[in-house]
Each structure stands twice: as C-alpha cells, then as structure tokens.
C-alpha cells in the first residue's frame, strides 16, 4: 500500500465520521422518532388485546354451545362452602375459596402488578425500556410463572399460591384503591395476609403475611415473610420451608448472545457467584447457603435475595418445547429455595426483590455482587479491572454529554489508540529491525536449505540477532499487552445496556447485529446467518488488508511459519461467520481501530529511518557479546568437572 492509497484511506475514514455526524439525529427527532415508536406499539398492542378478546368470546361461545342447561353469568367460579376440602386445607380451607383481586402498584421505574390469589405478584414491567418490538418491556407474565412457599398440615402438602390472601396496610386498614402511585421520595408498605380460620370467618392473630415495600424511585423492593400464630398449625417437618418459584422468561432483544444469555446465577453464602449454562438446559443443587438467586437475560434480571441467607436450593434452567411456539417465550427457570424457619413460634424471614436492568453502575451500588452478572471478564481479573476502572469510567463519561453512542464509540477508540500508541511505536520499530537484518537472513537460508540443517539454521540467526542486538520477541510482548484490551471490548461492548436500542447510520440497534440484507423465504448460510451485516463486512475486510500489510512489514516471517500465514488469513474469515449475528457496537469498534491503527502505522513509519537503524545494527556487531550471568555460571560448573569449553 502505497502513501496515495493510504491518505484515499485516511479520506474515506473522515468523509465516514463527518457523514455519520451529520447524519446523527437531533433531540428533536429522536422525540419524534421515539413517538411514532410509541403509537406504533399502542396500537400493535390495542389490536393484541382486541385479538385475545375475540378469542376469549369464541371460546365462552363454544363452551356455552356445549353446555345445554347451564347459563353463564359471571367469568368467576367461586365454589360454595359445601365445596371445600376442609381435611385437606385445614385451618385455611376459609380462604380456599375467592375472587380474583388485581392490584397495581408503580413508582417511578415499575409497575407492578399483585393479586391476592397467592399474594404475590403477577407481572412487573420496567417503565424506562421498551422490548425490541417497541412494546412495553414486561420480565414474566401472569399465566407462565408461579410464586409460592409450601408447607404442611397434617399430611397435606399446600401451596400459598392456592388461597386468598387478605390485602392490608400496616395498619391494619384494607387497601382502597387498586391502583396505587408511589412518588420519587416516597415510600408505601402492604402486606397480604392468609388468615386462618375462625369458625365462618377469619382469625386476625394466626397469618402468613407478605409483606411488600415499594419505594418511589427503585428497582429493589423489600419482601418479608411474616408467620404469626402458626407453632401448632404447620407441621414441623424440616427447618426450613420450600419457595417454590418458577417462570417462562420472555424476549426482550431481537437476538440472543450465545455468551450473555438467558439462566440463572446464585450466589454462595461468603463465596463467589456462579451460573447455570446459558447456551444448553442445565440444572443444579445448592447443598449450602446461598444469598441470592436471580433469573437473567442479557440485560435484565429478576432477583430474589436473602438479608441472610437460604438453607439450600434446586435451580434449573429449561427449553420447554411446547411454550417454543410462542414467539416472546425465551426460556423456562425454576427454583425451589429453602427458607429458614423453625416452627417454634412467631418468625419474620427478611428477603428483596430486584426487577430491573443489568447495569453495572446500579447493581454495584446494592454491594451483594449483584454486578457479576454482567460478563465484563470476571474469569480472568485484568479484563474485569480493564472494563471497570478504565472503560466503564470513560464511557460513563463521555455519554453524559448525551452524544450518539455511535460517537462516543468513536472517541473512546480514539483514546484507547493514543494510550496505546507507545506500545504500537516500539512494536512497529522492532519490525523495522527484523526487515532490515532480511537480506542477512536470506543468506543463511540459503546456507542451510536441508530440513535437516534446520537446527543449525535457528542456531545461525539466533547468532545473528544477538550480535545486531535485535531481540525478536521485542514485536510480540508488546503485542500481547494489547491482547487483554482487545478481549475486554469484546466482553464489554455486547453486554453494555447503554447501547441497548441505540441507533447510528444503518444500524438500528448497537447491542444487536446490523443487516443490510435478509435472506428471502428463510433462508439461512450455516455458521453464517440469515442476513447481512455491514459493520462486520467493514471489520472484516479491514483486518484482512492489515494483515496483508503486516505480513509484508515481517518479511522474514513468511518463509519461517508459511502455516501461521494462512492462518492469519483464515482467522478474519472465521470472525465474519462469529461477529454477524453478535452487536454491531464490537465490530464498528473493532473496525475503527483497524482504521486508526492504519493511520498509525503510516505516521510511525515516516518518523522511523531505516538506514539510521542498520547503521546503529551494524556498530552493534563490533561490539563484544556479553555473556548473561546465567551462561557464566554454566561455564563455571562446566569448568569444575573438567570440561573447557571452546571460544569461539
């Protein structure tokens, strides 16, 4: 690549920056932009909910067909006193029996909806995000998930989840609207309670209460058990009692990270935290205690935790083939969590709830290593600091000037480049060294053409570098100090939430792939994809063209590892098939910096004289070899037992 093929590069990379900031949308636009979204799914969901309406008339329509002496006047079944197993519910058969009672709490990022069928919630929907159809972003519905502590009476095994609740304020008054706003600085507290019974009616001094408290402005709610009155009603069987909590995950993303997605991380009590497989059905027993456990998808999370801890666990995570045909299904969680209790008398289990995104700067405030689990490189400790103390600091900032991200990304590759500009510089000179002690490599090339010589071949140009004073790992170190950087932006960007639906130039979504094209009827390239995306075609061809331009620069290279050559060709082919369905915020980096790193090399190489560096190789010739003092000590104990070495 000559200089007037280099500057047409450098052009087309400032004509790109210059059209992509011109092409940024105002605040205005995006207003407008993030309106017609909104109609969009209002309307998408006005026709669903008319839809399920319709459906649920032909149903009653058919049922009613059926049916040719019954006449239905009510949606509600509530069974009559006769009805109920008294053996079997107990002291809680009274509360067997109810009406359904929805309640809807919400601050000023949740919306929470409870019912007193169970007294648990049915749904919560973060109000700050949307889903990738624009719809409002709900973590689990009512019908796919299940929340419950079982227990015993006698030898029946029941299910909070089966009976009426009561629901109460704390002071004892019932709740008298349905639909409860909590203000940024405020705070509400209501329980739900499961009385047991007192004749007809319900006895006030024997419970299971929920109890919940929602502040105005959080994602976490506090969620406390109270169990009053109750020694000589459960039966003891264990010093614990099971939470039985499962649910159907729903889709958030238009596609999947095969390494951020959906299953379940726990954490050990005084340990470190651990997860389910994300890419297979996978389960596990929690033998010990455990803090908290939390079903996760790329960038949200619904998290129970202990202010103590739970005895034990049963934790899996699923494919459920028949909820696949449902397009928002993502995947299927369940837990059974051993809560402590001692069936000795009144006990209050103090637990949270978090329904909320997995951003690092939020869930590293509540100090439970909430934070892990966002991938930023845990595994391995310089990747996670690189991301936490450098990048995540600068991306913060730079952010809070409410720039594109497509932008900041821009600017934070910038700045990455200058840091590692000095690394860059001492890799790029130790290259010119090796190209100009080339020809002197030739010769001994040419001196030992058998395989056979290939040990005095090595032994030759291992002389030959130390003489020069040439060291030709000098290039490699400081390549493999940039390794680590290269592999946090590649944990770091995929799972960064603040890409999440953020567009820039054709891309309409940082955190996902970017398509040019789709594939008609289906179609699908295996380890491809079914579309085409253009920042890794950009990311692609860019690393080919410099690897091409380095492998020219390591001359010498080329006859000693041909197989390495081909490798480093077939290596941006094999990231082609990875990077097209991955988020489109890594390869756009990825490929700036190839961009920059061009420029680079063209600025280095203009500063770097050749023949200065040959000229300074050969007045190390004449210098004498010193000895290491690891090879003195050789020819000493060499000495000892006799051996002269010969001077060579």
């Known amino acids: 690549m000559n200089r007037n093929n280099i500057i047409g590069v450098l052009l087309i990379g400032a004509i790109f920056i210059a059209w992509s900031i011109w092409q940024t949308p105002s605040k205005e636009e995006l207003k407008e932009q993030q309106r017609i979204k909104d109609s969009i799914a209002a309307v998408n969901l006005e026709y669903s909910l008319r839809q399920d309406s319709i459906l649920k008339a032909r149903e009653a329509l058919q049922s009613e067909i059926k049916s040719e002496d019954v006449t239905i006047e009510s949606t509600e079944s509530v069974p009559t006193g006769q009805q109920i197993n008294h053996e079997k519910y107990g002291a809680f058969s009274n509360s067997a029996i109810g009406e359904d009672k929805i309640i809807w709490i919400e601050n000023e990022v949740l ?90 009616s319900y006895n006030t001094g024997q419970y299971i209460e929920f109890l919940y ?35 159907d995950l729903r889709k958030q993303e238009k ?38 456990i939390s079903f996760k998808q790329q960038f949200f999370s619904t998290t129970l935790i202990a202010k103590d801890h739970f005895v034990n666990a049963e934790i899996s995570s699923f494919v459920n083939p028949q909820a696949e045909t449902n397009p928002n299904y993502l995947k299927s969680m369940k837990s059974v969590i051993g809560i402590p209790y001692t069936f000795d008398g009144d006990q209050s289990i103090q637990m949270s709830f978090y329904f909320g995104p997995n951003k690092f700067n939020i869930l590293r405030k509540y100090g439970l290593d909430l934070e892990k689990q966002i991938p930023l490189g845990w595994s391995f400790f310089l990747l996670a600091w690189i991301n936490i103390y450098a990048v995540i600091p600068v991306f913060n900032f730079l952010g809070g000037f409410g720039w594109n991200y497509g932008i900041i990304i821009l600017i934070l590759t910038i700045l990455l480049k200058l840091v590692l500009f000095p690394i860059a510089y001492k890799t790029y000179k130790s290259t010119a060294k090796m190209r100009v002690l080339k020809p002197e490599i030739d010769e001994i090339n040419k001196k030992f053409p058998k395989k056979e010589d290939a040990m005095k071949k090595q032994q030759a140009t291992m002389a030959l570098y130390k003489r020069a004073g040439v060291n030709p790992m000098a290039g490699c170190v400081p390549m493999l100090l940039q390794m680590p950087i290269l592999f946090a932006m590649f944990r770091f960007f995929p799972s960064s939430i603040e890409l999440r639906q953020q567009s820039f ?9 970017d398509s040019i094209w789709t594939f008609a009827n289906g179609f699908s390239i295996p380890f491809y994809g079914d579309h085409v995306s253009l920042f890794t075609l950009l990311m692609t061809v860019s690393t080919i063209m410099y690897t091409r331009i380095n492998n020219q620069m390591m001359a010498s290279g080329s006859q000693q590892m041909p197989g390495m050559k081909t490798m480093m060709y077939m290596m941006p082919v094999m990231f082609l098939g990875i990077f097209n369905n991955y988020a489109a915020g890594l390869s756009y980096y990825y490929f700036l910096a190839n961009i920059f790193t061009f420029g680079q090399m063209y600025l280095i190489r203009k500063t770097i004289d050749e023949k200065k560096i040959l000229k300074q190789i050969e007045i190390n010739k004449k210098k004498p070899v010193k000895k290491s003092s690891f090879q003195k000590r050789l020819e000493e104990a060499a000495k000892k037992r006799g051996y002269n070495p010969q001077k060579k």
Do not use: C
């Open 255 to 292: 596609s999947v990270d095969r390494w951020n997605g959906p299953t379940i991380y726990y954490k050990y009590a005084n340990d470190d935290v651990d997860y389910l497989s994300e890419t297979k059905d996978d389960e596990e027993i929690l033998k010990s205690r455990v803090n908290w």
């Open 505 to 513: 130039l054709w891309a309409t979504d940082l955190s996902s792939y």
């Open 111 to 200: 919306k929470l909806k409870f019912t007193n069928k169970g007294g648990r919630i049915l749904s919560a929907e973060l109000k700050n995000y949307k889903a990738y159809d624009s719809l409002p972003l709900i973590l689990f519905n009512a019908d796919t998930s299940k929340f419950g502590i079982s227990f015993f009476i006698g030898n029946h095994r029941l299910n909070t989840q089966d009976f009426y609740f009561q629901p109460v304020l704390p002071e004892g008054n019932a709740i008298s609207s349905d639909n409860i706003r909590v203000k940024a600085n405020e705070s509400l507290t209501f329980g739900m309670r499961l009385y047991t019974n007192e004749g007809e």
């Open 213 to 247: 408290t929602i502040n105005g402005d959080k994602y976490m709610l506090d969620y406390t058990v109270n169990l009053v009155g109750l020694k000589d009603v459960l039966a003891a069987n264990a010093n614990y009692l099971n939470l039985e909590w499962t649910t």
